[in-house]
């Protein structure tokens, strides 16, 4: 049986097309040659970035207000005297403002301290057992290394994690029975 098979000098180069090839078929073989290259890059970065732990998102951190709030009634409040003071200043933070570095700022606006002292009246024994509840719920999310109330207020330049950490002080202390 004669062979077949044809010499290498013979073989048409393989980089020259038979014939001359529309801009859609160029097009065509240029986005399958990108789409690979994608791909190829995607698991480059993939293999490059496995060894990198991230840390879990909170959703809490994520959802967000809508960007014309309008004004929420109360949530029915806690039955217990503590956890009922931290949900009333988390409202008052809600409607009145937060502010960091003062108790209370030019505009109206509270700290969480000063929002526990707005709305705690004269009773400094229920105001010290909210900041104390509230102080253990940030240390328990953020670490014992969190010295005061105050300081960690003061340490963020936006509401949105000070009003959450009184939101999860008032339910610390209702399961507490505070």
């Known amino acids: 049986m004669p062979d077949t098979a044809l010499s290498p000098a013979i073989d048409p180069p393989a980089t020259a097309p038979s014939a001359a090839l529309t801009l859609e078929e160029r097009l065509i073989l240029v986005n399958a040659e990108m789409t690979a290259r ?96 509230l102080l253990d719920a940030i240390r328990r999310t953020f670490g014992e290394h969190v010295d005061s109330v105050p300081s960690f207020n003061d340490a963020h330049g936006t509401s949105r994690i000070p009003m959450r950490m009184l939101d999860q002080a008032a339910g610390l202390a209702d399961a507490r029975g505070l």
């Open 38 to 133: 994608l791909d190829e890059a995607a698991v480059a970065y993939e293999v490059n970035t496995a060894h990198i732990s991230t840390p879990p998102v909170d959703l809490a951190d994520v959802v967000t207000v809508p960007l014309t709030p309008t004004l929420q009634p109360p949530p029915e409040p806690y039955p217990t005297p503590v956890a009922a003071l931290l949900q009333r200043a988390h409202h008052r933070l809600l409607t009145s403002g937060w502010c960091s570095g003062a108790l209370v700022d030019e505009d109206g606006a509270r700290c969480m301290l000063g929002a526990i002292r707005a709305e705690a009246g004269c009773d400094s024994g229920l105001e010290a057992d909210a900041a104390s509840i």
